[in-house]
């Protein structure tokens, strides 16, 4: 049932209402007066009489509406936001537990799974960031090595998305990376839904692999048809080379990072590669990413049902404090005409 | 009524200001010639044949005087009886708290005790809004009625409807010669009713007993909110009191009172004021001017 806007848990106590009306028919204070002519006539008084018993209805209004239990009821709100759609996809291979190379410098041996600055965390800290800043985005999240595991679908709710990243940079990496099944799996996850603005996918790995043709064209296919934007954050973890640079060298070219690169270059869709080899170009990376995806997005935001008693409560506490200075002022009144 | 009839029945003594004419002996100073002790001149033997009451000396010198041979007698004036009523103000401010029918009662009592015992006529008329057949009784002399007039008024019922416009008819009631009335009342109501009862009354002596009521009664509260419920009306006031409004209900109260003071004095009137139980030494000192 819908009263004031409120949805009401025990409509029925709303019956009680005509009770508002007791104070204008008790006459439990009367004074008998010899002859009421003496009574001088005054507005005032009327006014304030009025005011009192009105006062009162109040109380007893707000205490029975209150007993009736309004609510809103949970809800879904569109509002227009800017922002973007992200799907995070992050590799858990176990190359990522490495810490960041640097140039000149051999491939770590240590593989680090729970101290240091492995890739993993430095990810999961930029990445955290990255979500922090975008209280609009509605995130998903996909974890893959050899199997994409999406698991967080489309949502606004950051809380889920920081446990989901938190939880994304525990444990060991595994061996294997399937960086196709990966993005199929973050392109279909926007197939159901219907268009908001900006959809994103950011990738986050530390290798390249050379897709074959068949996962080839269902990328093309499904990032053309779902309108995604592609940013690859690679985290570098060999020496040497960049993938822009353009080398004569074969072995470089035709390594797998230079290779999907390429493939992503040529997709047809906006895209971008950040290649990170320490801490300062990964934020650099989020930032760059952040001032780039903030299109009009429409957003819709679940507001959970809420309790609307203690307007009630206070309105009539505040009421009721009224009366009771009115009655303690009468009390002593009275008390003073029978001295 | 069991305490009234163990106590000594109080009493009071009153005279009446003025010379009655009546042929029914009594005691208050009469005009009619007969059996009394205030001289009222002579007569000739033969117009009035009482040899006891001869004058030798006045004749004589009446004698000599005129050179006529009369003889003269004495005659005196009669003294006569005179009739009190009571008129009993019902209405339903005369039942609240302070001010109640058994103070009513009490004095009824008193003054049909009184007057009988002088052997005066006493009658009974109650009024509220009209007159009250309940609480009605012409002058009469029986030795029981006293106690009978009291019970009248404490078996009475409560006014039917709001006011003191019986006033004016129950002194229509009043027919006697030579009265005194009492008028027991709170006077809380409109002067003008007043003054034309007092004006119907003007041949009598007029005995206002004006109630007052307790304080709580005319003022219930000195601060806040009051609702206010008029005994007569029932009608229902409230005010928010406050010194403004305590000020002025006081003024006009005593408005009131003070223009009730002037009617009676225009009337010649001097009234009894109480708040409680009238008692026999309270009139004995109203007629002899004492208080």
């Not at chain 1, 061996?175 to 996850?189: F, L, Q």
């Not at chain 1, 996918?201 to 390249?208: A, C, E, P, T, W």
């Amino acid at each position: 049932m819908t009263l004031l806007g409120l949805q009401w848990t025990l409509p029925m106590m709303l019956l009680l209402l005509p009770m508002l009306l007791l104070p204008w028919f008790t006459h439990n204070q009367d004074k008998t007066v010899a002859w009421s002519n003496f009574v001088p006539v005054d507005s005032l008084s009327n006014v304030i009489g009025i005011a009192l018993k009105a006062l009162a209805s109040i109380v007893i209004a707000s205490l029975i509406l209150t007993l009736a239990g309004p609510y809103v009821p949970e809800q879904t709100i569109e509002r227009v936001g800017s922002g973007a759609e992200v799907v995070i996809l992050v590799d858990r291979s176990r190359s990522m537990d490495d810490p960041f190379s640097t140039r000149g410098k051999a491939l770590a041996v240590n593989r680090t799974v729970g101290k240091g600055d492995s890739k993993r965390r430095i990810a999961k800290k930029y990445l955290m960031e990255f979500v922090d800043k975008r209280p609009d985005d509605r995130f998903g999240f996909v974890l893959f090595s050899d199997k994409a595991l999406d698991l967080l679908p489309l949502s606004y709710n950051k809380e889920s998305i920081r446990a989901t990243i938190n939880a994304s940079a525990l444990g060991k990496g595994l061996s294997e990376t399937n960086i196709a099944k990966a993005m199929i799996k973050a392109a279909e996850m926007y197939g159901k839904e219907t268009y908001r603005g900006s959809r994103t996918v950011l990738l986050v790995s530390d290798g390249g692999q050379e897709f074959s043709d068949e996962d080839k064209n269902k990328i093309t296919e499904l990032y053309k048809r779902e309108n995604l934007t592609l940013y690859w954050v690679y985290m570098r973890s060999t020496t040497g080379l960049s993938i822009e640079e353009e080398s004569d060298d074969d072995s470089w070219s035709n390594t797998p990072e230079k290779r999907l690169h390429n493939f992503f270059k040529d997709l047809g869709i906006p895209y971008k590669v950040f290649e990170i080899e320490s801490v300062k170009s990964f934020s650099e990376a989020i930032d760059t990413i952040d001032e780039q995806e903030s299109q009009t997005l429409i957003v819709e935001e679940i507001i959970p049902r809420e309790i609307k008693t203690a307007p009630f409560f206070w309105f009539a506490m505040i009421t009721m404090l009224l009366l009771v200075l009115a009655q303690i002022y009468t009390a002593w009144g009275v008390r003073k005409a029978h001295e | 009524m069991s305490e009234n009839k163990k106590r000594q029945q109080d009493e009071f003594s009153y005279r009446y200001p003025h010379k009655v004419y009546g042929s029914l002996p009594g005691v208050h100073h009469g005009k009619s010639l007969g059996t009394g002790d205030s001289f009222a001149g002579f007569s000739d033997l033969f117009d009035y044949p009482d040899p006891r009451r001869l004058d030798l000396r006045a004749t004589i010198r009446d004698n000599m005087a005129t050179g006529k041979n009369n003889y003269l007698v004495k005659r005196y004036q009669q003294r006569s009886p005179i009739t009190l009523w009571m008129m009993a103000d019902l209405s339903r401010s005369m039942a609240i708290s302070n001010v109640n029918h058994e103070h009513l009662a009490n004095l009824t009592q008193l003054v049909a005790h009184s007057a009988v015992g002088l052997g005066d006529r006493f009658g009974l008329a109650g009024f509220d809004s009209g007159l009250r057949s309940d609480v009605h009784m012409m002058p009469t002399r029986q030795r029981s009625m006293p106690v009978i007039a009291a019970d009248m008024i404490r078996d009475a019922g409560p006014a039917t409807s709001a006011g003191v416009d019986g006033l004016i008819h129950a002194a229509n009631m009043i027919t006697s010669n030579h009265a005194i009335v009492f008028l027991a009342s709170d006077f809380c109501c409109d002067i003008d009713v007043i003054d034309k009862a007092l004006r119907q009354l003007s041949r009598y002596t007029v005995v206002p007993v004006v109630w007052k009521h307790d304080d709580v009664n005319h003022l219930p509260s000195h601060a806040g909110w009051t609702e206010m419920c008029d005994s007569e009306t029932g009608e229902r006031r409230s005010i928010w009191m406050r010194p403004s409004i305590k000020k002025r209900w006081k003024q006009t109260m005593d408005d009131h009172f003070e223009q009730l003071t002037a009617c009676f004095m225009h009337h010649r009137v001097r009234p009894l004021f109480t708040d409680g139980e009238v008692t026999g030494e309270q009139l004995t000192n109203y007629f002899l001017g004492r208080n």
